[in-house]
């Protein structure tokens, strides 16, 4: 993760429930009133949001899903939220997120 990128690991919660929290997130980002020197500034955040069927993921591929549902993110516009889940993923695909990510 780079330098302005968080985690957050939300476990026992459902796909449509992380959507929500990380909209409510987003939503509350943008209108929030930013100043910077007195100034007014427009701000707002894209969030990836990755969600594995399996209870026994790989956490580096699920950080991996995520960033690149961030990146879509960012490319598809900004100040949205994305979603990537590993089921997605075919095997080796999954495995070959784990080996990058290593």
């Known amino acids: 993760m780079g330098g302005e990128e968080f985690a957050s690991l939300l476990p026992d919660t459902t796909r449509q429930d992380a959507i ?3 909209e409510r997130l987003r939503a509350a ?3 929030t009133c930013h100043t910077a020197a007195e100034r ?3 701000a ?3 969030v990836g949001v990755a969600t594995s069927d399996d209870a026994s993921f790989d956490l580096s ?3 991996t899903a995520a960033d690149q549902a961030l990146y879509r993110a960012k490319a598809l516009g900004r100040n949205r939220v994305e979603l990537s889940t590993l089921s997605q993923q075919s095997p080796s695909a999954r495995q070959a997120s ?3 990510a290593a």
Do not use: K, Y
Request: aromatic share 12%; no cysteine.
């Open 44 to 46: 707002t955040v894209s």
């Open 20 to 22: 929500w929290l990380a």
């Open 29 to 31: 980002f943008e209108a």
């Open 98 to 100: 784990s080996q990058a």
């Open 40 to 42: 007014p500034i427009t």
């Open 61 to 63: 591929a699920l950080l």
